[in-house]
């Protein structure tokens, strides 16, 4: 019997995922406790923008958000935060064209992350679009579709090359490569590090 066959999300698209070679307990496990951290429940979202003016400062710095910007657009107790606007700031200009391929206005807000693992930029929604065969770029929404925001999901998986270091049960190199962009020296330094070693192990039991 096949391991995918032990979970109800994993057995509904068990022919999908057979294809792309995520059906080892490791290979699984490891996708699922990263999808589950970066969507709970592996249900796709469009990524919340809700940041206070400090936080946005904070966690994007000065050269992706102007002090003026994070001001006018963040959450503080006179304003809610205009999320549209904080998208266009912090993925839009040089860095969002250089690191993301937004080249129109507006494009933050549209290409926003998306789907189980977040997909962002117009470049990588573009890229997505041409591998798959999926318009993602005419219709960002389309992300959100659980089918698809499971294709987009493997797709960004394989991508990276992550199978590899599920196969070597690499936790540390996998959380990196999706959180930070690289595998990093430091053990344990990507966001939510615990969380998503907890949800790994979770489905560890499952496909044992």
């Known amino acids: ?17 057979t294809n792309n070679k995520l059906n080892t307990a490791l290979r699984i496990s490891h996708f699922l406790g990263q999808a589950d ?35 006018r657009y963040g959450r503080t107790s006179r304003q809610s935060a205009n999320q549209q606007m ?3 700031c912090i993925y839009g200009g040089t860095w969002g064209k250089n690191n993301l391929g937004n ?30 065969g999926i318009d993602f770029v005419n219709n960002p929404g389309l ?6 925001s ?3 999901a493997i797709w960004y998986w394989n991508m990276r090359g992550l199978s590899k270091w599920a196969d070597a049960d690499n936790l540390d ?12 020296p ?9 969380e998503r070693l907890k949800g790994v192990n979770k489905f560890k039991k499952i496909f044992a």
């Open 1 to 17: 019997m096949s391991i995918l066959l032990k979970h109800p999300f994993t057995a509904k698209y068990q022919t999908l995922l």
């Open 37 to 71: 951290h970066e969507s709970p429940g592996l249900k796709p979202r469009r990524e919340g923008l809700n940041y206070s003016a400090e936080a946005l400062i904070a966690k994007f710095g000065r050269h992706r958000i102007s002090v003026a910007d994070a001001n």
């Open 86 to 88: 904080i998208a266009n």
């Open 103 to 132: 080249t129109q206005p507006g494009d933050g807000w549209l290409f926003r992350g998306g789907g189980i693992f977040q997909i962002t930029g117009r470049g990588n929604y573009a890229k997505l679009s041409k591998d798959t």
């Open 143 to 148: 992300i959100t579709d659980e089918v698809n």
């Open 150 to 152: 499971l294709i987009a």
């Open 173 to 184: 190199a996998i959380s990196d490569l999706i959180n930070l962009g690289k595998v990093t």
């Open 186 to 194: 430091r053990y344990g330094d990507s966001f939510g590090f615990s």
